[in-house]
């Protein structure tokens, strides 16, 4: 149980392009996700946190306008990364939290690569 | 801010001994510890988590220490094995799920066969 499915695991694509990365989860509701930014060899650094139905809640120095999320059903959670550029390549996990006490779930990450 | 501190950031260890990994929180308020392991490239797996009204916590080979006071906690792995060679994570919260999780600096463990 607890599987959550993330979308697509690699992206190449050219500098100004608007990227979106979909977290599903598979097998339960998802009341909270969390997206994350990880780079080479570094910690899961907290990019923001999404409720479904409600505006997600970026960390301090997180762009909202440049990473825009879209929680829109319990079981979906949307990152699009906009206009994005080659500082924007990093490996972006999503995780996922029912609400019932249970810990966080992660997706298998995407590989973004700006050239 | 809050913070997690890790230590040590690299770990070599023969095959069979035991391996040990420190983390300090700053947040009093935290309430909840996983520990997320992370092979290169895959995704962060929850090995085992604690709360914070029990001092030690154990699953087979793992065990999770806690210290409220001194707002330590540890990993333990015993009987080490080349499989368990990855990046571990741990994190500190003030509840499990639906709270942010705020994360250590990782210590990347080598088992030496």
């Known amino acids: 149980g607890a599987v959550v499915s993330q979308h697509p695991s690699r992206v190449i694509c050219k500098s100004g392009t608007s990227v979106k990365i979909e977290c599903r989860s598979l097998?339960?509701?998802?009341?909270?996700m969390f997206w994350y930014r990880q780079f080479p060899k570094q910690s899961l650094m907290l990019m923001a946190t999404s409720n479904e139905g409600s505006k997600a809640t970026y960390e301090q120095g997180v762009e909202k306008d440049k990473f825009l999320i879209n929680h829109a059903s319990l079981t979906l959670s949307t990152l699009t990364v906009t206009s994005a550029h080659p500082e924007d390549s990093s490996f972006y996990i999503c995780?996922?939290?029912?609400?019932?006490?249970?810990?966080?779930?992660f997706g298998d990450g995407t590989r973004l690569s700006i050239l | 801010g809050e913070n997690v501190e890790q230590h040590p950031s690299t770990l070599s260890v023969q095959e069979g001994d035991s391996a040990v990994i420190k983390c300090t929180y700053s947040?009093?308020?935290?309430?909840?510890f996983p520990w997320y392991k992370q092979e290169l490239g895959k995704r962060p797996q929850l090995i085992i988590d604690?709360?914070?009204?029990?001092g030690e916590k154990k699953d087979q080979r793992i065990a999770v220490t806690l210290n409220k006071t001194a707002k330590h906690f540890s990993l333990h792995i015993t009987e080490t094995q080349p499989e368990d060679s990855a990046v571990y994570f741990c994190a500190a919260s003030r509840g499990s799920g639906t709270y942010k999780y705020i994360f250590g600096t990782g210590t990347r463990l080598k088992v030496l066969a």
């Open positions: 995780s996922a939290a029912d609400g019932g006490g249970q810990p966080q779930h």
């Open positions: 097998d339960f509701q998802a009341t909270t």
């Open positions: 604690i709360r914070s009204n029990v």
């Open positions: 947040d009093s308020a935290s309430n909840y």
